[in-house]
T-cell receptor, first 112, second 114 residues
Framework: GENVEQHPSTLSVQEGDSAVIKCTYS??????FPWYKQELGKRPQLIID?????GEKKDQRIAVTLNKTAKHFSLHITETQPEDSAVYFC???????????FGDGTTLTVKP | SAVISQKPSRDICQRGTSLTIQCQVD?????MFWYRQQPGQSLTLIAT?????????ESGFVIDKFPISRPNLTFSTLTVSNMSPEDSSIYLC???????????FGQGTRLTVV
């Protein structure tokens, strides 16, 4: 089955700095790579995603890159704000199966 | 998008008892997923619930411990049976959109076993 590794497990940055979280996956059949943000006590919510036929996608301050050959993808957050503090999960799935495999999560703390 | 109503939101249970968690979705979905999330940890898939057939369990999870029902395309239940303190966790149900991409989650059930 799919195996997703996520690094780092914790990340602390100063407000205004950039944050990068990296994930690797093992199953070459995975073709969809979402990122979820989970605030304390709340459910995970999708913040950005990328499909296997795309190398990069950007939405305002967040971007995701995918290297299909190396089987890794990354989340980039620029100009971080305190409200970006949360746990971020990457995931990989094969859209033919619909089952997501999640990374272990990264706790991001943005210090004002 | 999908809106999922999950209940109860939390419960404190005695060891040896069972708790049934319910999830109601506002649209018909083929698959529903049940996850467990230990505090500060990732989402671990327990099983996939399909309407009209038995649930598919992941390695380490068995039907006797986590029986699942899926009577129709909008509803599912997960029972945590014969509970022990090690079952204390957050349990979440989830569905994916029509393209089998974005996952939507219930608000979670925080279970404490004493």
């Amino acid at each position: 089955g799919e195996n997703v590794e996520q690094h780092p497990s914790t990340l602390s940055v100063q407000e205004g700095d950039s944050a990068v979280i990296k994930c690797t996956y093992s199953d070459s059949a995975s073709n969809y790579f979402p990122w979820y943000k989970q605030e304390l006590g709340k459910r995970p919510q999708l913040i950005i995603d990328i499909r296997s036929n795309v190398g990069e996608k950007k939405d305002q301050r967040i971007a995701v890159t995918l290297n299909k050959t190396a089987k890794h993808f990354s989340l980039h957050i620029t100009e971080t704000q305190p409200e970006d503090s949360a746990v971020y999960f990457c995931a990989a799935l094969n859209t033919n199966a619909g089952k997501s495999t999640f990374g272990d999560g990264t706790t991001l703390t943005v210090k004002p | 998008s999908a809106v999922i109503s999950q209940k109860p939101s939390r419960d404190i249970c005695q060891r040896g008892t069972s708790l049934t968690i319910q999830c109601q979705v506002d649209s018909q979905v083929t698959m529903m997923f049940w996850y467990r999330q230990q505090p500060g940890q990732s989402l671990t898939l327990i099983a996939t619930a399909n309407q009209g057939s038995e649930a598919t369990y992941e390695s380490g999870f068995v039907i006797d411990k986590f029986p699942i029902s899926r009577p129709n395309l909008t509803f599912s239940t997960l029972t945590v049976s014969n509970m022990s303190p090690e079952d204390s966790s957050i349990y979440l149900c989830s569905v994916v959109d029509r393209a089998n991409t974005e996952a939507f989650f219930g608000q979670g059930t925080r279970l404490t076993v004493v």
